[in-house]
């Protein structure tokens, strides 16, 4: 976009040159520079569109239609889903000589495998602004956590990420203010803290202000690094998550590790193995979870296959084999008002065919 709108403003210029050989071309010279700098100056748009088959097949799956609720003993559910396509904005600033501002909004929900539920159905993902420079970053508003992204990387790797066991943490993505510190040799810190607001109900009780809080440290040098991280969880009754992962880089495959626990909720554990080869990538996982207390262990396999056609366009296979006692459903898709919801008390394998289109 800005080439060709520059391009115009150039080929203008010249024109009006041409035509009147003895003019002064300089204002037309000074046009094209301001309109260059203004295309500089504007924010960066950017988006994707996010469609995935999903082939469900359970001990028992449930189907629910407009609140009419069937049970299917050893049946399938399938159906092409939205994945979280979304459309946002970025944007940052020189304010002086080694100090920057910048900000980003980003809208999801678009619903993009039916118009009709796509409509009054967008909300925020993440908004946020904030400074950098030689103190690192801080910024305030919606974002994914510093827990999420030093420890949760299984979960958070693959597309269809409802059927992975993940990692407990529960303070929230929003009201979050958070820093990150410039790499002392290739030491980082990182901090969030949700400044919960605090209000007095009708019987004149506090209610919430808790302020959960995260704190993490990481270690990367050269292809190895190690990071460890804690929640609070505040917000909740849950105690204390402590998490640590490590990984490591050989040429073109990764290995990784993670463990987290969470105080009277669960141990999680995670092994993964990522593979790259030109367009392709192949990545293989397991994640195991054992509760506190009564409950169920679960254990997810998860396989993905992924070929890139070029910068803007890919697809990819997922799979994934799911072990658990644990009485429960999963929501394929939860933006949808028509629920396909999977027992996850049972042996469950689901199938994924997805392609994503980002600009």
């Known amino acids: 976009m800005k080439k060709t709108l520059l391009a115009s403003a150039v080929t203008l210029a010249t024109l009006t040159t041409g035509t009147f050989a003895v003019a002064d071309t300089t204002p037309q010279i000074d046009s094209a520079a301001a309109l260059a700098q203004r295309l500089d100056s504007m924010p960066q748009v950017y988006g994707n569109v996010q469609l995935a088959w999903v082939y469900s097949e359970a001990d028992k799956n449930i189907l629910s239609d407009n609140g009419d609720v069937e049970f299917f003993e050893g049946s399938t559910v399938s159906g092409l889903e939205d ?25 999801d929900g678009i619903d993009g495998d039916d118009k009709a539920k796509g409509r009054g159905r967008i909300k925020l993902d993440e908004a946020y602004i904030g400074l950098k420079g030689d103190f ?20 958070q790797y693959y597309e269809i990420v409802v059927f992975n066991t993940g990692t407990v943490y529960n303070t929230g993505e929003g009201d979050l203010l958070q820093y990150t510190s410039p790499s002392f040799s290739g030491l ?19 209610v919430g ?13 050269d292809q190895f690094s190690l990071a460890v991280a804690m929640d609070s969880n505040d917000s909740s009754n849950a105690g204390n998550t402590y998490g640590v992962r490590g990984a490591f880089q050989m040429g073109d495959l990764e290995l990784s590790a993670l463990y987290s626990t969470t105080t009277d909720v669960r141990d999680d554990y995670g092994l993964m193995a990522i593979y790259s080869m030109g367009a392709n990538t192949f990545a293989a996982s397991y994640e195991f979870s054992t509760p506190d207390g009564d409950g169920e262990d679960t254990s997810v396999i998860s396989l993905q296959a992924l070929h890139s056609f070029s910068d803007n366009l890919y697809v990819y296979t997922e799979l994934y084999f799911v072990t658990s ?4 459903f999963i929501d394929i898709n939860p933006d949808d ?18 392609a994503v289109y980002a600009f």
């Open 83 to 107: 994945n979280g396509s979304t459309i946002g904005l970025t944007h940052e600033h020189e304010i002086s000589p080694g100090l920057e501002a910048f900000m980003k909004i980003e809208l």
């Open 136 to 155: 690192g970053q801080v910024w305030v508003g919606s974002d994914d956590s510093a827990y999420e992204r030093l420890i949760d990387g299984i979960k």
């Open 188 to 206: 980082t810190l990182h901090g969030a803290v949700e400044l919960d607001g605090s209000f007095e109900d009708a019987d004149g009780n506090d």
């Open 209 to 221: 202000g808790e302020n959960p809080y995260q704190l993490g440290v990481q270690y990367a040098v």
């Open 325 to 328: 006692d644990e009485e429960g």
């Open 337 to 354: 008002a028509d629920n396909s919801l999977v027992e996850t008390g049972a042996d469950a394998t689901h199938l994924a065919l997805g």
